[in-house]
């Protein structure tokens, strides 16, 4: 296989939690996440609220600092990057956000928000107008939208023009992070069939951030699934669909209510008891293992490994050992 | 209909205005259902439906702007009885009822609490108010029971607990709690979960159905999630633009939707137990319903749509004692 457009090594991050005088202790929202995305393929994060994954997803486009590890884009480390090296990476790596109502600038006009990119890279187009309606035919807008305000607009039409204002700049990884849960079903729809279009008409790899595991198989192709600051599980998306290994991953499944009453109503299910942890003081060994089925002596003692268990088909568990 | 299953509530001919500053919002449009006594009864809909709206109508909860034209709530107190109108019945009146025999849940946690007094105050009032307990103090000794059912972690620690002490599953955990807390007939859930973890969602309606089950809770859910539809209800209506569409058991309308509305929405959900390579999506958007289209209100994104779609409301159709539709297409 290709070398991976972006490379995740032992990526931590640590939020420090202030006392009045001395800080307390660290909130330990990721700690220490690897993981490979291929060019113009989609990796699925999934992940409870307050798992870490909008954290590596803002860590992978430098919106924020990590406390250890790195983050490879094209072989360079991310945050060793200066000047126009840094400017051009930006410009590569976009992010759109899981709330069309607030990532528009409600005093600007669709024009302006989808234009002021291409003026702060300080591109060269000959008709700008033409340009920015070109952008919003790609993503299924017309002209008549040029002149309007984002209040003017639904949510799944605001998600369009923030995808549209990405792909002024010719970008090659997008992160996006919930992009779809503020939206309606039918719109949600679109939206993903939009997306799934535009990466293949562009080439486009993404980092796709849910905590819905519909719209993150039918997106993905590779999946990481995420609990409390650690990738647990990692894979090709119809392998981990059809065959989690993580117990974790099991439950995970198993919690989501299928759309067919026949299947969800007779389904095994894997129940664990309990909510996440504060990832202040994660427990010790396994982070699951307060909460699994299937713990072990030790399990509480000892952080298991993150192997290779099938090819390509990752999981952090101590009731799998290497092959 | 079976002659075993009581009512407890029975909708009929709904409608709700909102006078907005751009003009008359017709938000609800002459909806009817009825939900029997010990069924979850689950309103399904996209943002702006109409289906909280519904909800909150049944005990007047609708504020101004928004104002109740016409229509009638049939409550069912006790079964065989004479039923009451809620929307004639008095505020006071209403009040006793409201939080006591009729309870709600509602989306937004952090909205739903007072962020001034603690969790167990919060609990203690509602019983206070409606005369369950004597003391407040009284009330926290409960308080702790109340959070335990909910699985609240450490329900000694969090009765003392302010609101954004906790998170927001926390939160929703305490909300439920609250509404559980009189013991009443009706729980009126909106979207319950929606602010919930996967786990922990399935955790909570696995103690919905539990308490439905040993107090023959009846409960009214409100959700856009087609999951929960499957996995909670008997019956289902869906709602679309502020009208029932199609109403059917579960089970009948997921294996036989007729509607082309609540056929294309369960093309559009993603499956995740299945591989899918092209979601259906349905073009367009919901309509505003300050001029809704007339006719059918689906019309504009069906694509099925007559002649006829466009000028006449289609009639309630039952096609089966189990389903009934409101579509040109099944007349």
């Known amino acids: 296989m290709s070398t991976p457009l972006v490379k995740v090594v032992e990526l931590k991050k640590y939020f420090p939690v202030k006392g009045i005088f001395f800080t307390k202790g660290y909130v330990k929202a990721v700690d220490g996440v690897n993981f490979e995305i291929y060019k113009g393929k989609t990796l699925g994060l999934v992940g409870e609220s307050g798992c870490g994954k909008t954290t590596v997803g803002k860590l992978v486009l430098r919106l924020l600092k990590p406390t250890s590890g790195k983050v490879l884009y094209e072989g360079k480390d991310i945050f060793k990057l200066k000047g126009k090296e840094l400017k051009e990476f930006r410009k590569k790596a976009q992010m759109v956000f899981q709330d069309p109502y607030s990532s528009l600038n409600p005093r600007m006009t669709i024009f302006d928000i989808i234009y002021e990119p291409v003026k702060i890279y300080k591109i060269k187009v000959s008709d700008p107008e033409k340009f920015v309606v070109e952008l919003l035919y790609s993503v299924g807008l017309n002209e008549s939208h040029l002149y309007r305000y984002p209040h003017e607009f639904s949510g799944g039409q605001r998600q369009r023009i923030a995808i549209a204002r990405i792909l002024a700049l010719n970008p090659e990884f997008i992160v996006l992070d919930e992009p779809t849960s503020a939206l309606d079903v039918s719109v949600q729809a679109q939206i993903l069939n939009l997306l799934k279009d535009l990466q293949k008409k562009m080439n486009l790899t993404y980092l796709f951030i849910s905590h819905d595991l519909g719209v993150v198989r039918y997106m993905s192709d590779y999946i990481a699934v995420m609990y409390l600051g650690q990738i647990v599980e990692y894979g090709p998306a119809e392998e981990v669909f059809e065959k989690p290994l993580h117990p974790y991953t099991k439950a995970l499944f198993s919690a989501i209510p299928v759309p067919d009453p026949e299947i969800t109503r007779k389904r095994e299910k894997l129940k664990v008891p309990g909510e996440p942890p504060s990832p202040i003081n994660p427990p010790p060994g396994c982070r699951f293992h307060p909460r699994c089925p299937f713990r072990k002596e030790i399990c509480d003692k000892e952080e298991p490994e993150f192997i290779e268990y099938e090819k390509d088909h990752f999981v952090k568990c101590h009731l799998y050992s290497r092959k | ?331």
């Not at chain 2, 019983?127 to 450490?154: N, Q, R």
């Not at chain 2, 922990?200 to 959700?223: A, G």
């Open chain 2, 1 to 331: 209909m079976k002659s075993e299953r009581q009512p407890i509530i029975e909708v009929k001919d709904l409608y709700v205005n909102f006078y907005t500053y751009a003009g008359v919002v017709k938000a609800i449009d002459g909806v009817s259902f009825t939900i029997y006594r010990g069924e979850t009864y689950c309103l399904v809909g996209e943002t702006g439906c109409g289906k909280s709206v519904t909800a909150k109508s049944l005990t007047k909860l609708i504020r101004p702007p928004g104002r109740i034209e016409k229509g009638q709530v049939l409550y069912y107190r006790e079964p065989g009885k004479e039923p009451i109108d809620l929307l004639r019945l008095s505020e006071e009146e209403l009040r006793k009822i409201r939080g006591a025999e009729i309870s709600y849940i509602f989306q937004d946690p952090s909205a739903s609490l007072d962020p001034l007094y603690t969790i167990g105050y919060q609990i203690s009032e509602t019983m206070y108010d409606h005369g369950v307990i004597s003391s407040i103090k009284e009330g926290f000794l409960k308080a702790v029971d109340i959070l335990k059912s909910v699985l609240m972690p450490d329900p000694e620690t969090r009765v003392k607990n302010y609101p954004h002490e906790l998170s927001g599953g926390m939160k929703q955990r305490a909300v439920i709690g609250i509404s559980l807390s009189n013991n009443p007939q009706l729980v009126i859930a909106d979207e319950p979960t929606t602010a919930l973890d996967a786990t922990v969602q399935d955790q909570i309606m696995d103690l919905l159905k539990k308490l439905k089950k040993e107090k023959n809770l009846t409960v009214l859910l409100i959700t856009h999630n087609m999951g929960l539809v499957a996995d909670m209800c008997d019956r289902v209506a869906v709602m679309y633009a502020g009208r029932i569409v199609e109403e059917a058991d579960v089970y009948e309308l997921f294996k036989n939707p007729l509607h082309p509305y609540t056929k294309a929405l369960l093309k559009a959900v993603p499956n995740p137990v299945k591989k899918i390579d092209k979601l259906e999506s349905i073009p367009g958007t919901v309509p505003n319903l300050i001029y809704p289209p007339p006719g059918c209100r689906f019309h504009p994104r069906c694509q099925y749509a007559m002649e006829k779609c466009k000028t006449e409301r289609p009639p309630e159709i039952w096609v089966s004692p189990i389903h009934r539709v409101s579509c040109w297409l099944y007349s």
